[in-house]
């Protein structure tokens, strides 16, 4: 029996590409070995066990799920059917995914191998495409599981509950819920939310650091903290980058440049949104015109003769012009109908 | 003129049996002339008898139940004939909106005269009437179920050859009269020598002979699926029944006052609140209204969105209890419903104020706070008397005489607002300010 | 007794008062505010000659009716106002959780209007308030200016706040809203602000806490101050600032102001539980902490005081941030709420809390919105930036500040641009006065506009080198000529520039007014209520449907029929149909929201026995279909479907309501979105094209409709109206009954 099992894995093993390829041969290795073992130990579990990462969770890849569903199972499968793809964009993937994992590795350390009743299995959209369409998964994030099954292959008949993921939505933290979920299939789980250490000492060890050095320069630190240019740069930029709409990139994630099947698109027409370079151009034109009304302010005084005023002063005036209709011209494009005109000079 | 006097007489005795309520009384009977099951006549007299008065048309006369959208009866009795549909005046929709404005509805079939109407009106209730030609049978005893028992506690007879009903989910509706377990219904005509059980049309109870209905306004219906059911002892309990004789139940007036007798009012939460709940039985042997005996059996439910409290009556009719902890929009809900009584429903929604702000004890009261109301009067207090020392001792900035340090009292004057003010955040500047 | 200079005295000295000149300069001042003021409010008039004195959509509908209740029943009564005809059957506390600011303040002005003898309604003042407002808030913003730099800065930002579309946005006549008196207040907190750091002053101090109270009574945004105020004195702080008058004005200002925001009831303890407020307490302990340092200093030997500082503020800084955790963790602080959140992490508010998504004054702004609301100001705003970084007083240092954050928020919230606005009035000005200073100085005038600043810089420095004997920190600026004053004095000599320069900012500050006035008319003074459209040859209609809607519940149903509808027409019907409704703008309670949602989304056989759970006698829905109107519920249908989904998952699923991946309405969607109840309603005997979401509609695509019965659809089919069936008196199910009617 133990060399029937031992032969399956060699099976799945063959084809695995898994990080965990050097435990499962050491694995491997123990049993050829020790072969003699009592068979009615020799689980799938045991298989199971050999797959699972350091963080409690199984990640999927086809063969592993071949293997799990091939097999009779005495356990339960908790599976997170997901995927971290940009373009799917799921958000709520992102922001569960992270406590499936805790839960998952909360479970590994308060349960020995043999006491373990429960398996969390991680399918990514991407390395899982075959598992998805045999096991009929037709969205994400889904938490299914599967009961302990004894007859082979019927996958879908398996299926014990979906949890549709709108069942955690209201709550910042999925922790609790997913513990919920988990105790009528007798698995309990206690929250041990450890003090983070690490990051405590690796936050005093930035301070320290940055104090000592900081102390070591203190004179020219100081001097910095104290440069009014530094100040009046940063205030400056943030400024007109904010009133550019440089929050709203952000926050919105738009795409630097909008393309029409030929050609890069600078501008947006739509009033509402914008591309991240609007932004740019928008701020470039606001610095350029506060740039030149500072200097007419503080400059052009302080030249000597009034021909050279008149001269700074007229090529001010001239460039404020043109930049200015620059920039209503280019609102005019997101903007329908604006009736107010400057020259009629646009780049947009 | 015997029979007259006969009918004077019975209709006295009659009256020292039951008496109709005053808006039930109206009664019409059509019938066909060729339903020779029923003595028409005879059952007119009765009913006359009784106190009420009987028009009785056949259907060939098209009796209106309706007239510009008013009722004309309040109790209709519709013995089918061999006619297969009543005409354009006595529709089913004629008949389900009789009962919408209040009438009351009996109706018979039976396997022989088994008009389409009928079966439409049943169809609508919920149930099913067998289609003509079926006939109730029982062939080893004369028992039969009776299943309501505050309206026919009992029942037995020979009804072999009765129309039958099969009940649908309508849950409104009463089995009155069902056959025996013995007993199946199957068409007798059809009858052929390998009649098997899936011809046969209901088994046992499900032959139901007698259906009542009482829609959720209290108009009452019944069918039944033989004459013999408006006969005797069973006839007179169905149409005193369906005629709102028996087991008429009215509700008064339902109140809700507050602690000072005040009603209609907003109420506060926690407030001590009675309701009572006036509710009367037709009494048919006096004709008259009397407060209804089982009041301790009607439920009131205090509810928003879900119940708060259910509390059963005291026999009095009222109840006292207290608002609950929570402000909203709370309804008097009462809902009675017993099988074979009237329905009596009553929904009062009254406003749960919260707490006013005037409402709360004030703080020398709570001997808690006295700790802290004493912490503000002494600040006080000591600020007060800062200020007044500080006015009152002589100016040391102007000769600097009493100066240790010339620095400390130059700004004294000039800062004088602000320690001032950063006194009266506390008093920690007051001991510093008295040394100088 | 030099000492006794008050600062107030010197606070009032600008002008040479008693010299003819002075005198009609003043009168000159006099007549250009108000001229300022004037063309502040007559352009705000625009919504009511364009459509007619009513009240705008939505909040100021509550906000009226709230007022109209103030003054029927008075204060106390206010105070304590349950109201129990909205979000039935929860109802509302309503005195309790709002801003009474706003209704005080109109209650007294009708108040002092009937009193003075003037019958007018208490509609019109609502109506009329924020213009009004806007007039003050022009004054406040050249107060504040006017201490910045001098008068004509004043003057100049009293005409841009007042003429900037991004404040018009929000006080256009009818626009009976919060915002409408706090930008007046906010304005004048911060005036009293720079006043009382400016000169020490308790009583300023007090009078910027009064104001911060009237603020804190009026407009949920008063956090804006509560943070921006100890930010300026922390950077101050920072910037080695410290001041006996800094520590004056601030301690005056946060103790009285707490103690006085707490006395409204919706802020409560707030003030000293949320996190929001967090930075005001902790800058009042850090200023106490470095008061006590600074009389350390006086004391003790220099080098024992360094050792005194570092141990104590490693000490303190550790406590602090220790004690405030523990706190929050311990449940005694409370945690940041939700909206305040969305300021922070946009996606917070995206995952969590799609109410608050929903809403599209939550969104970030696209940098259109800030030109549509700013024009050319938005460049004139980093100038002004630039100038007051180049002078940095104290004052300045606050200016600062407050642009960059207001900068900040206002790119993440649509609705910030608000209190974005004076800042950016007054940073304008300041640039465009620094160029005519510079520019524009011809003899005499600039002389008397100029006295202004030296002499209150004069008594300013008087004051300080006084102080300066106690002042243990005191590293100000050096015995130098101010920047400002330094503009002044070397001008360009040149004519030409002279002319061009100030020509070409004329031209733009021309072109600011014209933008504003176009903004206006063609953006902000559509009531809402009432929408033009124009018919195809070009003639201008009005689309009354609401009122007309509003109106026939009003005049046909019971007096206590329950209306449901989508939140945001629950303040309109409350207030002009003055029915009960379920759930309202004043989004309190998610789950209601979610319940009304989800009526709407699952199909009449799960919703009816929702519809009699609530109590429901109609239902109210906006049907854009016939007239193009893109506002309508079919397409807010998604944030309901939303909203409901995430409490009932397992009744409302969102994917369910797609065909294909896409929001499809009509025959070819999928089942959930063809027999939800929304979609039965809006379509309901519509055949023909549906414009907003351009699908063909036919007979067939809402074969039956059964627990409710139309009773009502507007004469453009915007509003439709159905009545909620009672149970069928015979026990049938409500299909069935419903079909045997229609035989």
């Known amino acids: 029996m133990a060399v029937v099992m031992a032969k399956a894995r060699q099976d799945i093993h063959a084809s695995d590409y898994s990080s965990n390829v050097n435990v499962m041969f050491v694995l491997q290795l123990l049993f050829g070995l020790l072969g003699l073992l009592p068979a009615c130990i020799a689980s799938s579990s045991d298989l199971l066990d050999s797959y699972v990462s350091n963080d409690g969770v199984i990640y999927a890849d086809d063969q592993i799920i071949q293997a799990i569903f091939a097999q009779e199972r005495n356990f339960t499968l908790c599976a997170l059917f997901t995927t971290e793809r940009e373009s799917v964009n799921c958000q709520f993937c992102k922001v569960f995914a992270p406590d499936f994992k805790l839960v998952a590795s909360l479970y590994d350390k308060q349960t020995t191998d043999s006491e373990k009743e429960m398996y969390f299995l991680y399918v990514d959209l991407d390395s899982n495409r075959e598992a998805f369409k045999t096991l009929g998964m037709t969205h994400v994030p889904n938490l299914v599981f599967y009961p302990p099954a004894t007859a082979k292959g019927d996958i879908k008949r398996g299926l014990l509950a979906e949890h549709k993921f709108t069942t955690f939505l209201r709550d910042d933290s999925q922790v609790d819920v997913l513990i919920d979920i988990l105790k009528p299939y007798g698995v309990n789980i206690e929250i041990v939310t450890e003090f983070p250490w690490s990051k405590l000492i690796e936050a005093i060890g930035l301070a320290i650091i940055t104090i000592v050095v900081g102390f070591a320069f203190r004179e020219k630190v100081l001097k910095l903290w104290r440069n009014k240019k530094i100040w009046l740069a940063i205030s400056l930029m943030s400024v007109i980058m904010f009133i550019s709409g440089h929050m709203y990139n952000v926050t919105r994630g738009t795409k630097f440049m909008g393309y029409n099947g030929k050609d890069y698109v600078l501008i947006d027409p739509s009033f509402q949104s914008q591309f991240a370079v609007e932004t740019q151009i928008v701020a470039v034109l606001y610095s350029s015109l506060a740039f030149i009304a500072i200097g007419m302010i503080k400059l052009v005084s302080q030249l000597k003769t009034r021909s050279a005023q008149s001269l700074a002063t007229i090529i001010c005036s001239l460039a404020l012009l043109v930049i200015c209709s620059i920039l209503i011209n280019l609102f005019k494009v997101k903007s329908y109908g604006f009736p107010i005109s400057l020259l009629p000079i646009s780049l947009f | ?436 | ?743």
């Not at chain 2, 119940?307 to 009556?313: A, I």
């Not at chain 2, 009719?317 to 008097?332: H, R, S």
């Not at chain 2, 702000?357 to 006295?370: F, H, K, L, V």
């Not at chain 3, 924020?130 to 808030?137: D, E, H």
Request: glycine share 6%.
């Open chain 2, 1 to 436: 003129m015997v029979s007259r006097l006969l009918t004077i007489l019975l209709a006295l005795c009659a009256s020292v049996l039951a008496i109709p309520p005053p808006e039930s009384q109206r009664v019409l009977i059509v019938h066909d002339e060729a339903n020779s099951d029923l003595d028409v006549q005879s059952l007119g007299a009765d009913l006359v008898s009784r106190g009420y008065n009987v028009d009785v048309a056949q259907f060939t006369q098209h009796p209106q139940l309706l007239h510009f959208g008013e009722r004309v009866y309040d109790n209709v009795l519709i013995l089918s004939g061999k006619l297969k549909a009543f005409g354009k005046t006595l529709r089913a929709a004629d008949f389900l909106q009789h009962m919408k404005l209040g009438g009351n509805l009996l109706m018979l079939s039976t396997p022989k005269h088994n008009p389409s109407t009928v079966r439409e009106v049943a169809d609508q209730l919920g149930f099913t009437v067998a289609p003509k030609g079926v006939e109730y049978a029982n062939d080893f005893n004369n028992d039969l179920v009776a299943h309501q028992a505050y309206i026919i506690p009992e029942a037995s007879g020979d009804l072999n050859g009765a129309s039958v009903a099969k009940l649908g989910d309508n849950e409104l509706l009463l089995p009155l009269i069902s056959g025996a377990p013995t007993s199946y219904s199957f068409n007798r005509m059809k009858q052929a020598a390998n009649t098997t059980v899936s011809d046969v049309f209901a088994l046992g109870e499900d032959n139901t002979l007698a259906v009542g209905l009482q829609t959720l306004s209290n108009s009452r219906f019944a069918w039944i699926g033989s004459p013999e059911l408006l006969k005797g002892e069973i006839g007179n309990k169905l149409t005193s029944w369906v005629f709102k004789e028996m087991n008429n139940l009215r509700l008064v007036k339902a109140t809700h006052v507050n602690e000072l007798g005040e009603s209609d009012v907003f109420y506060q939460v926690n407030e001590p609140v009675v309701y009572c709940a006036q509710v009367e039985e037709w009494d048919p042997k006096d004709g008259k209204w009397y407060a209804y005996l089982y009041r301790d059996e009607i439920q009131l439910e205090l509810r928003m969105l879900d119940p708060y409290y259910r509390l059963n009556l005291k026999r009095t009719g009222c109840i006292a209890f207290n608002m609950p902890d929570q402000y909203g929009m709370f309804t008097f809900h009462l809902d009675y419903k017993t099988p074979g009584f009237s329905f009596l429903k009553d929904d009062q929604i009254v406003t749960v104020l919260q707490r006013s702000n005037d409402a709360w004890d004030r703080s020398w009261t709570i001997t808690n706070s006295w700790v802290y109301l004493g912490g503000v009067t002494t600040s006080v207090m000591g600020f007060m008397a800062f200020v007044v020392l500080y006015l009152a001792a002589p100016s040391v900035g102007t000769d600097g005489t009493e100066s240790t340090d010339g620095k400390v009292e130059k700004a004294s004057s000039q800062t004088k607002k602000a320690e001032s003010s950063s006194a009266s955040t506390g008093t920690k500047s007051e001991p510093k300010k008295k040394k100088s």
């Open chain 3, 1 to 743: 007794m030099s000492a006794e200079t008050t600062p107030l005295q010197t606070a009032v000295l600008p002008e040479k008062r008693g010299t003819k000149h002075g005198k009609l300069l003043r009168v000159i001042k006099f007549i250009i505010l108000s001229s300022i003021a004037a063309a502040a409010v007559s352009m705000r008039l625009y919504s009511v000659l364009r459509f007619e004195s009513i009240i705008h959509e939505y909040d100021p509908w509550f906000n009226f009716r709230a007022t109209k209740y103030l003054s029927e029943h008075g204060y106390q009564k206010f105070l304590n106002w349950f109201d129990n005809r909205s979000w039935y059957p929860l109802g509302r506390v309503t005195g309790g959780t709002l801003f009474p600011g706003l209704m005080v303040t109109s209650n007294i002005v009708h108040k002092l209007l009937l009193f003075l003898g003037l019958p007018v309604d208490i509609r019109e003042v609502c109506v009329l308030f924020a213009p009004a407002f806007s007039g003050l808030t022009a004054y406040f913003t050249y107060l504040l200016t006017r201490e910045m730099k001098d008068d004509v800065s004043g003057m100049l930002a009293a005409l841009f706040v007042g003429m900037a579309p991004g404040y018009i946005s929000r006080s256009v006549a009818g626009s009976y809203d919060n915002e409408a008196i706090s930008i007046t207040l906010l304005m004048a907190t911060f005036y009293f602000w720079i006043k009382a750091v400016k000169i020490g002053s308790v009583l300023y101090a007090s009078i910027c806490a009064l104001s911060y109270f009237y603020m804190v009574s009026a407009w949920g945004g008063y956090v804006f101050i509560t943070n921006m105020i100890p930010l300026h004195v922390f950077v101050l702080l920072l910037m080695g600032r410290y001041h006996a008058r800094l520590y004056t004005a601030y301690c005056t200002w946060y103790s009285l102001g707490t103690l006085a925001s707490m006395q409204i009831p919706f802020v409560g303890t707030l003030p000293v539980k949320g996190s929001e407020h967090m930075s005001a307490l902790g800058v009042f302990g850090l200023l106490q902490i470095v008061a006590f340092a600074s009389f350390l200093k006086s004391k003790v030997t220099p080098k024992q005081f360094k050792l005194t500082v570092i141990t104590s503020t490693v000490a303190i800084i550790a406590l602090s941030a220790f004690g405030l955790v523990a706190l929050t963790y311990a449940g005694i602080v409370l945690p940041w709420t939700g909206r305040f959140y969305s300021l922070w992490d946009t996606n917070y508010a995206k995952i969590h809390i799609p109410i608050i998504a929903s809403v599209s004054e939550h969104q970030p702004t696209p940098w259109t919105s800030f030109f549509m609301d700013l024009s050319v100001l938005t460049w004139f705003f980093p100038v002004g930036v630039y100038l007051a970084i180049q002078e940095l007083r104290d004052e300045h240092v606050f200016l600062i500040v407050y642009a960059v954050f207001a900068s900040y928020f206002s790119g993440v919230m649509v609705r910030l641009v608000l209190t974005l606005t004076p800042i950016v009035a007054v940073c304008s000005a300041i640039a465009i006065s620094a160029l005519l200073d510079v520019y524009n100085t011809s003899g005499s005038e600039k002389e008397t506009v100029d006295t202004n600043t030296p002499i209150a810089e004069k008594s300013d420095k008087t004051t300080k080198s006084k102080a300066k004997v106690t002042k243990v920190n005191d590293d100000a600026k050096p015995d130098q000529v101010s920047f400002f004053d330094s503009l002044g004095r070397k001008t360009v000599g040149s004519t030409l520039s002279r002319i061009l320069a100030v020509s070409s900012f004329a031209l733009y500050i021309i072109m600011f007014v014209k933008q504003s006035d176009y903004v206006t008319e063609s953006a902000y003074s559509s009531p809402s209520v009432v929408l033009s459209s124009s018919s195809p040859d070009g003639q201008t209609f009005l689309i009354d449907d609401f009122r007309e809607a509003y109106y026939w519940l009003r005049m046909n149903t019971d007096e206590d029929a329950k209306i449901l509808s989508w939140w945001d027409y629950g303040y309109q019907i409350g207030g002009m149909a003055d029915r009960t409704t379920l759930v309202d703008n004043n989004t309190w309670n998610n789950t209601h929201i979610g319940m009304v949602g989800r009526i709407m989304s699952v199909d009449e056989d799960r919703a009816y026995p929702l519809l009699l759970q609530h109590d429901v006698d109609y239902i109210l829905i906006i049907f854009g279909g016939a007239i193009n109107f893109n506002g309508d519920d079919l397409n807010k249908f998604l944030w309901m479907i939303r909203i409901s989904g995430g409490i009932w998952p397992e009744e409302v699923k969102e994917s369910d309501y797609y065909t294909n991946g896409y929001y499809q309405v009509g025959s070819d969607s999928s089942d959930a979105m063809r027999n939800s109840l929304l979609h039965k309603m809006s379509f309901w005997r519509f055949q023909g094209m549906d414009r907003p979401r351009r699908v063909k509609i036919d007979a067939n695509t809402v074969p039956s409709l059964d627990i409710v019965e139309e009773a009502y659809t507007s004469a453009n089919w915007m509003v439709r109206i159905y009545r909620v069936k009672k149970p069928d008196e015979f026990g049938r199910d409500l299909h069935k009954a419903t079909a045997f009617d229609n035989k």
